[in-house]
């Protein structure tokens, strides 16, 4: 097993059985949202072993594992704030799942154009690429909202994906997906099996 995925899923049992500060001292930004919850129960969705969550007010996502919360990662959504139209360049919200894994067993900084390796980030003229490390492709759960027409993330090509600027990470700086850093990338996607739910809300 990988050893970064090991030491996170070693972080998150001592995080669920050991009653410590982060459990004992629970606050809203450490469950799962209850709009979330409501969601799952309106289009009638199992929730799955693993679940992101997204909080763009905060730039954070956070990992729970059966229900619990596990660790919480500084991410970067759209800088031109949430919405859903296509051509917006914006975050969409709502409840999503992870519908395809690209990249795994790449180096960090591997370099993607249309979802196909092209090079690295190490040569000059791909220095400043934008889609890097791994992809993970988001696909909309709500018809209307984030699925279907005009409106649809899976057809927008929003993913979770890494970056060659990674100093900006915890500020909005994307075109519409969710950055994270290779460190944290990296093992979450060898962590998280495709169809994981994955919920981005504005708070």
Not at 92 to 115: D, M
Request: a positive charge.
């Amino acid at each position: 097993m990988n050893r970064r995925v090991l030491m996170l899923l070693m972080s998150a049992a001592a995080m669920l059985t050991s009653g410590c500060a982060h459990l004992r001292f629970m606050n809203s930004q450490n469950k799962i949202p209850e709009a979330c919850l409501a969601t799952y129960a309106k289009l009638k969705v199992t929730p799955t072993k693993y679940i992101l969550t997204v909080n763009v007010a905060q730039q954070r996502l956070s990992l729970f594992a059966d229900g619990k919360f596990v660790k919480q990662f500084p991410c970067s959504t759209s800088r031109f704030g949430i919405g859903q139209i296509e051509g917006s360049n914006r975050t969409p919200l709502g409840l999503h799942r992870i519908a395809e894994k690209i990249g795994g067993g790449e180096p960090a900084g591997t370099v993607f154009n249309s979802r196909v390796v092209v090079g690295h980030n190490s040569q000059p003229e791909l220095a400043d690429a934008k889609i890097t490390t791994r992809i993970l492709w988001l696909e909309g759960l709500e018809p209307g909202f984030n699925r279907d027409g005009r409106v649809d993330s899976h057809d927008r090509y929003i993913y979770i994906h890494g970056t060659s600027d990674q100093t900006g990470i915890g500020q909005p700086q994307s075109c519409g997906c969710v950055h994270l850093a290779d460190a944290d990338l990296i093992p979450l996607f060898d962590l998280l099996p495709s169809g994981t739910l994955v919920w981005i809300a504005e708070k």
